[in-house]
C-alpha cells in the first residue's frame, strides 16, 4: 500500500506538529477534495505545514523556493478546501499564519479516482500521485546532499534499498498492511520524553511498492 506524504491509503505517518492536530484525525478525500489539492505547490505547501507546523505565507515561500504571492494564493484555496485554517494565536497579526487542519489525508481507493467518469478527477489524481513521487525524490536528494553534515551514527543509521518480490495481489496488500503496522510501532516505541532526546531526530519513511513488467 503506497504510503507518501499527504495523502495515503493508510494514517500518514508524520506526528502532528506541537502536538496542535489529534493524531487521529486524518482526512479522507472525496472528488471534490482531490480536485483542491491537486497541484504541486498545494501538495508541498500541505507536506510542509504538517511536518514544520504552523507558518506564514512568506516563510514558507522561502523554505519552497517559491514567491510569497504564491504561496499565499494556494494557501486560500487550501483554505477554501479546508486542508488549512487560521493560526491567529501566532504572530503579531501583522501577516497570516497557517496551519494544517489535519495530521492527514486518506485515499479509500485509487482505483475509484483512476476510472472515474469525469476526466478532471482522473487528472486530479495523477497530478497528486506525481506530486508526491516528486517530493520524496527531493526529500531523498536534500538527504544524500547534506548528509556529511550529520553524526557518523546517522550516515550509518539511513537506508536505501529496493527489492523485486513475486506476489499476488492480495500479498502485495498483505506486505502494504504489515509495513504499515511496523512503521506504527515504532512511532509508538519512544515516549514523549524520550523523543525529545538529544539523539533522537524526525525520520521520514518512504514506501513504494508497485508490479513491473517482464517484457
Known amino acids: 500500500m503506497p504510503t507518501v506524504a499527504p495523502v495515503t491509503e493508510k494514517p500518514a505517518a508524520e506526528e502532528p506538529p506541537t502536538g496542535e492536530v489529534p493524531a487521529d484525525d486524518v482526512r479522507p478525500l472525496d472528488p471534490r477534495s482531490l480536485r483542491g489539492l491537486a497541484h504541486p505547490l498545494r501538495v508541498r505547501l500541505l507536506g510542509a505545514l504538517r511536518e514544520f507546523g504552523p507558518s506564514t505565507a512568506s516563510a514558507l515561500a ?13 494557501l486560500r ?5 479546508g486542508f ?5 494565536g501566532r504572530g ?7 496551519r494544517a487542519a489535519h495530521r492527514g489525508t486518506r485515499v479509500d481507493s485509487i ?3 483512476a476510472r472515474h467518469p469525469d476526466p478532471e478527477v482522473r487528472g486530479a489524481i495523477n497530478t497528486l500521485l506525481y506530486a508526491q513521487a516528486a517530493a520524496h525524490a527531493e526529500e531523498l536528494g536534500t538527504w544524500l546532499g547534506t548528509m556529511g553534515e550529520w553524526p557518523e551514527r546517522w ?3 539511513f537506508d536505501v534499498s529496493d527489492f523485486t518480490l513475486r506476489l499476488t495481489p492480495e500479498l502485495a496488500r498483505e506486505l502494504g498492511d504489515r509495513l504499515h503496522e511496523l ?5 509508538r516505541r519512544l515516549s514523549e520524553t524520550e523523543a525529545e ?3 533522537a531526530a524526525r525520520i521520514r519513511v518512504h514506501l513504494h511498492a508497485f508490479p513491473r513488467r517482464t517484457d
Open 155 to 157: 550516515q550509518e543509521a
Open 77 to 81: 484555496q487550501l483554505a477554501a478546501y
Open 183 to 187: 512503521v506504527d510501532s515504532y512511532r
Open 62 to 74: 522561502g523554505r519552497l523556493g517559491e514567491s510569497s504571492g504564491a504561496t499565499s494564493y494556494h
Open 84 to 88: 488549512v485554517v487560521d493560526d491567529p
Open 111 to 113: 482505483t475509484e479516482f
Open 197 to 199: 532526546a538529544k539523539d
Open 92 to 98: 503579531t497579526g501583522r501577516e497570516r499564519w497557517w
